[in-house]
């Protein structure tokens, strides 16, 4: 990341507002200059920002979406961490040449044989462009294959050379890095933005529907957060010794009854998660049931990711993918409903578009949306926190980011677009007063825990 977010704490102060003028506001109030008589006071974003997250968490329904730059505030003391699409390009390429005597020529001549070029020497080039055309190529030469192969012919015992498994031996492993290094999250990763999210959030009046949190990542920091506060997660997954993947699991929620009695009440801290893209710790049998494991491929189970590259929309519709994006534009069909949306690029049509429908057909849908990129970095490294007002400049988002602007240009009181991270996005979220018995008793064993034994 860019000099100007390299090891900034994440701090609603960070945020800009993008307002009607197509002017990015600063956080806070810029006072009048004392040496100049026509100066006046500016009000910062604060106020109008603070408002609108507080009016969000109290909504009938919220839900969230979660992509890959939510990811990067997790932190490890080892080298692990959340990876970029230039890492996984990076972690393919070692991973395509491990072992090999001749450097990373069987990943570069791949390359230069499906793209037609190599990067630029120590970049990296696009990994899902490259997997999206190795499986064009390996569907065709698979193709030809068949087409050619006379009956009853016997394949030689000797395929190594052959292009098909040349191809199939590239593309695994490539996977097999990206799955390697997307799983980064262990007990001692911290995730003090996860974290904070789901206080906040699960500090909402039991009586409402639950919060629904989506994402299009593999990784397991939701869950991790999750398990160190104690909230449930509805995720589609049984409670049984295996536990397996059923749609109808989303139906069910957790109740408080005594033994003897008849009355139940909702507990606090539910959340539903919908992984849209999988997950590092799904697999899928060989009958095709889809299990929670970490096992590798070699136990007959098969991990259970939608990889990057551009058949993301058709494999969207395989199961367990179909139920998840059901429920999300279902989710963003319902009344009353608060979308937060941080770290998504809107680089997924399949995704962006149901959310720019749903804009345009749900009048009472109300959109948040923050991105560390909508202001160019080098502007900000140059304004730094100097600068009050920054032009917004159209033209370097993408088409649904631009579209959602343009709505903000023409007025569109629903929508509230941020530049900043998810991490200064939950510390501008304010904390919902009122917990609950069990809440308090949760902080509390929370401070406890704190001290030495």
Known sequence: MSDYWSDRAGLAANLRLLTREGKWLAWEDR?????????????????????????????????????????????????????????????ARDKVCEGNLFGHDDFDNVVIDVIGSLPEEGKAGDIENLLSLCKMKLELLEARAKNQKPVGEVAPSDS????????????????????????????????????????????????????????????????????????????????????????????????????????????????????????????????GVVIRSQANDTEGLKPVLIYPRSTKYQEAFEVPYLDMFAAFQAALREPDTTLVVAGFGFADDHISAPIWSALESNLSLRLILVDPSFVPVVRLDAIGA??????????????????IMRLVGEGDPRITVLNGRFEDLVDAMPTITGESDRQRLQMRLDQIRDFPA
């Open 31 to 91: 006072d009048a200059d004392p040496d100049d008589a026509s100066s006046r006071r500016i009000a910062g974003a604060k106020t109008r920002v603070e408002d609108t997250l507080s009016q969000a968490l109290h909504s009938t329904n919220v839900i969230a979406l979660l992509g890959s730059g939510a990811s990067f505030c997790a932190k490890n003391a080892t080298v692990k961490r959340a990876p970029g699409m230039a890492d996984l390009w990076h972690a």
């Open 386 to 403: 100097g600068g009050h007002l920054i032009d917004l400049e159209i033209g370097v988002q993408r088409q649904y980011q631009k579209r």
């Open 160 to 287: 190594s050379a052959d292009p098909v498994t040349v191809l199939k031996q590239f593309i695994d492993k490539a996977e097999s890095a990206i799955l390697q290094r997307v799983d980064f999250v262990d007990n001692e990763t911290v995730l003090s933005a996860h974290k904070a999210l789901i206080q906040k959030l699960a500090k909402r009046a039991v009586e409402k529907p639950r919060v629904r949190l989506f994402t299009t990542n593999y990784d397991l920091c939701l869950e991790e957060s999750a398990a160190r506060i104690g909230v449930v997660l509805i995720d589609g997954f049984s409670h049984s010794a295996e536990q397996r993947f059923n749609r109808d699991y989303f139906q069910h929620d957790i109740v408080r009854r005594a033994t003897s009695g008849t009355k139940a009440d909702y507990i606090d801290g539910v959340f539903h998660l919908y992984k849209l893209h999988g997950s590092v710790d799904w697999r899928r049998k060989q009958d």
